[in-house]
């Protein structure tokens, strides 16, 4: 990874490579794709697939079917920790990351097989999978019996939200509205 700062132009390739072999660029075409998602809103994505054989259709279909493993890699980001590694070399970074997923595919077997109680109560519960993934890594450090995993990952519930029937009202959407100092007269 390389840092370009905002001040440096980036209007050029180089011609040659440190080691003084030359650089043969390549085309890259790129469409962009708008596709409607509701009424009154659109997403653009940007592809290099061909356009005979994944029109604005199929793109939006893929793209649905992509949210899922977004929704992963943000869980695999935060709750997991694949936002920052402690390694530098490359062997090291592929074991951290596939250490991570294995933690990540047995918390999500562990939690898969629990159970959460129905209790009448006013909101719907489900595992808390930050605190289910500690368990599971404090049970892989050999902290937490076998016996007693299944039993602290149930412990911990989280109400599950529910989304709003309508949308929150807004006063103004003006971001730049004046401010009141008459608090300050007193």
Known sequence: MKFIAHSSPFDFLPCKTKKNEKIEPYPLHIRLVCFKLSENSYETVATNLD??????A?????YAKRWGIETSFRSLKFTVGLLYFH??????LLQEI??????????QLITSCIAVKKVTRKRVYQINFAVATQICRKFFGKNVPVAEVEACIAKNLTPMRNL???PRKRRNTNPRTDTSFFYRLA
């Not at 356009?51 to 604005?56: G, Q, T």
């Not at 390694?87 to 090291?92: A, G, I, M, N």
């Open 98 to 107: 596939f250490a991570k997923l294995i933690i990540y595919n047995f918390t």
């Open 58 to 62: 199929a793109l939006k279909d893929l």
């Open 51 to 56: 356009k005979s054989e994944f029109d604005s």
């Open 87 to 92: 390694s530098k070399k490359t062997k090291l």
């Open 164 to 166: 709003p029937s309508n």
